[in-house]
């Protein structure tokens, strides 16, 4: 008897929620933003591309930025045009793909700035390389730097959060991470590993009752910062190249309401949907159909340059 309660409860409590979406489905954005003014924020990968978008967004809300990136120029660039804003701003050069240099310069970071509100998991590589053709130390890397880093910085920075109840953990995920793609073998592992860690975090965070830190993942189709320079989609109305401006305000709005999932472009919620639903030779006939199975065959990726 106990357990058919618990079962009917459990059920208007998940149609109070599909209610309550939507609800907010109808209402302004724009009403249901929180304030981050004062807040600090801590990005990965912020010398370029979504990294530097984000800073610069950030910036424009007043939060304090903490930049962390392996290319020190590029960093320092972001640096100076989120000081121009009125930002305060802490640079660190941080090789994500060394597990103690995160520890390192994660404690400078406590020490030096204090406890980070938002964590933004936003650095990625790409090595754009059929599995067999792919050298293991580029595969490594891109495990280390898509997926494992996420566990240092967040062993590093969720304790603060625990302790306070607050703060926002934002993980630039892919499209890829929830479905694969040929020639991005490792690339979608460690993106699938990313979409793991952070639905298992919030999982977590769920079961301690912990009701002020918010997540959010992000997975986003193909973005035009040249690091999938020379991808190719046939049906281009089915996942367009974003424009990075879009993705870093998407990404932002969906923070600053807690948004706890984001897909872009929004045709693939439905792929999402159409994978979970659909038998597997019906998702393989769509990917060749589409040219998603071909996207990566004249891929160049960003140049040195670059």
Not at 12 to 34: H, M, Q
Not at 217 to 233: A, H, K, S
Not at 251 to 263: C, F, K, M, S
Request: hydrophobic share 45%; aromatic share 8%; glycine share 8%.
């Amino acid at each position: 008897m106990r357990d058919i309660l618990d079962v009917l409860i459990t059920l208007i409590w998940i149609s109070y929620y599909w209610l309550e979406a939507i609800v907010l489905f109808f209402i302004p954005k724009s009403l249901r933003k929180k304030q981050v003014t004062g807040e600090k924020v801590l990005i990965t990968g912020s010398g370029s591309g979504l990294g530097r978008g984000l800073a610069v967004r950030f910036a424009l809300q007043g939060c304090h930025m903490i930049l962390w990136d392996v290319n020190a120029t590029g960093n320092e660039e972001t640096a100076e045009l989120c000081r121009n804003l009125g930002a305060k701003v802490n640079t660190y050069t941080v090789d994500l793909t060394k597990k103690e240099d995160v520890y390192i310069q994660a404690g400078k970071v406590k020490s030096q700035v204090g406890d980070i509100d938002i964590l933004v998991n936003n650095a990625g590589i790409v090595t754009g390389r059929k599995m067999l053709d792919c050298p293991d130390d580029l595969m490594i890397a891109t495990m280390n730097v898509n997926c494992n880093a996420n566990f240092w910085t967040l062993k590093s920075f969720l304790p603060s959060m625990l302790a306070r109840n607050h703060g926002h953990i934002v993980t630039i995920a892919s499209i890829a991470g929830l479905s694969g793609v040929a020639g991005l073998v490792d690339y979608c592992a460690s993106k699938f590993g990313a979409v793991g860690f952070h639905e298992s975090t919030n999982a977590e965070l769920d079961s301690l009752g912990k009701t002020g830190i918010h997540t959010t993942l992000v997975c986003p189709g193909y973005i035009d910062t040249g690091m999938f320079d020379g991808v190719q989609i046939k049906w281009q109305w089915l996942a367009p190249l974003l424009k990075p401006d879009y993705v870093c305000d998407q990404i932002l709005t969906a923070v600053l309401t807690n948004q706890e999932l984001l897909v872009m472009p929004k045709s693939l919620y439905g792929a999402v949907a159409f994978k979970a639903l659909a038998p597997v030779k019906a998702q393989k006939l769509l990917a060749r159909k589409s040219g998603i199975s071909s996207s990566m065959d004249n891929f160049t990726g960003r140049s040195k340059s670059s």
